[in-house]
């Protein structure tokens, strides 16, 4: 039961993520082997906030940048969900196989390490390198030097694609396939990405949104909560704070990309949930289809007893 559930949750996301590769190469051949009038050749480029605001700048034209904005208004009320089921270049390194593996334990184990390898407390800080990495691109960008469009996830997935397109090899897109595989494939997202960096500040400026105003928002009850760290295992970008927190309501975590694996992991019923504007589509623990039935017709066995 609780088997085919997170099958069912994970394989839905999967194809979600497959349909928005599948649309990214579309785009991007319509873009490189014209004539097209059915597709606009930067899509996804005109979504991405950074390299709009950068292209827009440069231009001045600044009505191209609605659909960066709509992603930023959504972003501020719900979180990262951009990166755990749109992104191409993201979700094409969550499906790759990779060396690292995460296995349940104790919570402290799956938390990440810092420099000299120690386990980094629940409520330590720690300086994350891709808000660094996105002040650096940003203040090369105020002198003049635009090498955001080296490292944004969407110039580089767009550009290997061209290249692919093109027999030539797209060696950014190689080194980071071997991250992937070598370190975890999420590992880019979490530390490195600049736009997961700039996703990640805007949806801590909506943290105290509550869930009724989110189009996609994780809620944890912690009185369900047991703290057994499988949904830390089952996070594709190796958050520990879900586990982690002791609140009750929606958890608004920076890292967090709202894919729901943790809810389809965790064993305990009504312990997480994934709510749209407040009425859960996934919840931890439910059991479904059948068996869900047969409970509910034992409860009526049961009053007319």
């Known amino acids: 039961m609780k088997k085919g559930r997170r099958r069912g949750a994970h394989w839905v996301r999967r194809a979600v993520q497959a349909a928005f590769i599948a649309l990214f190469f579309v785009v991007v051949w319509s873009a490189s082997y014209p004539p097209s009038t059915t ?98 691109l940003l203040l090369l960008f105020a002198v003049g030097i635009n090498a955001i469009w080296i490292f944004d996830p969407l110039v580089i997935a767009n550009r290997a694609v061209v290249f692919i397109f093109a027999g030539s090899v797209p060696f ?12 975890g494939p999420r590992f880019w997202c979490q530390e490195m990405c600049p736009l997961g960096a700039c996703l990640s500040l805007v949806g801590m400026a909506g943290s105290r949104l509550p869930a009724a105003v989110s189009p996609l928002a994780l809620v944890k009850d912690e009185g369900a909560c047991t703290h057994c760290g499988k949904c830390a295992c089952s996070c594709p970008f190796g958050i520990t704070e879900v586990a982690d927190s002791e609140r009750t309501g929606r958890l608004a975590i920076a890292d967090c990309a709202l894919c729901g694996e943790c809810v389809a992991a965790c064993p305990e019923r009504g312990a997480l949930s994934l709510r749209v504007m407040g009425a859960p589509v996934l919840v931890s623990g ?8 047969q409970e509910a017709l034992e409860e009526a066995i049961a009053c007319e007893t």
């Open 172 to 183: 950014l897109l190689i080194a980071l396939i071997v991250l992937a595989v070598v370190v």
């Open 286 to 293: 439910r059991r479904q289809g059948v068996e869900e039935g």
């Open 39 to 136: 597709l606009s050749e930067n899509l996804f480029l005109r979504v991405d906030p950074l390299a709009g605001i950068t292209a827009a700048w440069e231009s001045g034209i600044w009505l191209y940048l609605i659909p960066a904005w709509i992603l930023l208004g959504l972003t501020l009320v719900s979180g990262r969900f951009f990166c755990g089921w749109i992104c191409p270049l993201g979700s094409g390194l969550e499906m790759l196989p990779s060396l690292e593996k995460r296995r349940a334990g104790k919570i402290s184990r799956l938390r990440p390490k810092d420099i000299f390898g120690r386990n980094i407390g629940k409520k330590d800080l720690r300086l994350r390198f891709k808000y660094v990495f996105l002040a650096i």
